[in-house]
């Protein structure tokens, strides 16, 4: 039995790489239907998104009344999702969609997985900046030990999880730290977690990288947070 998928697709901002970015969503098969939300960008992102969802009718447009963060817009969605799993895809393509159907191959419908992709399974040393690669490491180190769950890539933006579960849980972070109680409540209640190695580009502050180094003290916390 097929396994029916939606992508969410957090926008804030992305007008350089987001046509091309969708385009790319739009080619995995196995992607039923992609939720955008456009988080109140302040560049060209809205017209690109309304051009990109004239001809194709996978596509729905969301639109935060202010700018909230990626926790907020991707939450925002979920009562809306229909299919079994659901996928979260950042709009500035340092991820590659083609992964996706990778992470499909892991999903185990009767033990009701959640599945990580892992930029450290996979040599992307050269892709990734030194600042970013020792950050995580530390942050996925710590959340293994309070979690008793290892995990290689704690800010990984790929997970593919149960809509059911998505759907379900209460969510309370706004921002980036979303990737932390999304795998710490998921926890609570599942054990069965998969990584797969994935591919990856990073993107620099002047590409319009969002996340800060502040972020990591979130993440930090809302491990703590979470585990009690």
Known sequence: MGISVTAIVPVYNEEKFLEKSVQKLLKINK??????IDDS???SSPDILNNLKKNNKKITLFKTSKNSGKGFAITSVKESIRTDYVVIHDADLEYNPED????LESIDQDKNNLVLGSRFKKDNKKQIYLRTYL???FLSLCFSGIYLSKITDIATCYKLMPSKYFRETVFKEVGFAIEVELLA??????RNLEE???SYEARSYEEGKKIKFIDGFKYLIAMIKYKF
Do not use: G, H, Y
């Open 196 to 198: 797969v190695p994935i």
């Open 100 to 103: 996706i159907e990778l992470m």
């Open 41 to 43: 960008s302040t560049d």
């Open 185 to 190: 409540k998921f926890l609570k209640q599942n």
């Open 31 to 36: 992607i039923d239907e992609i939720f955008i």
């Open 135 to 137: 950050a995580n490491k």
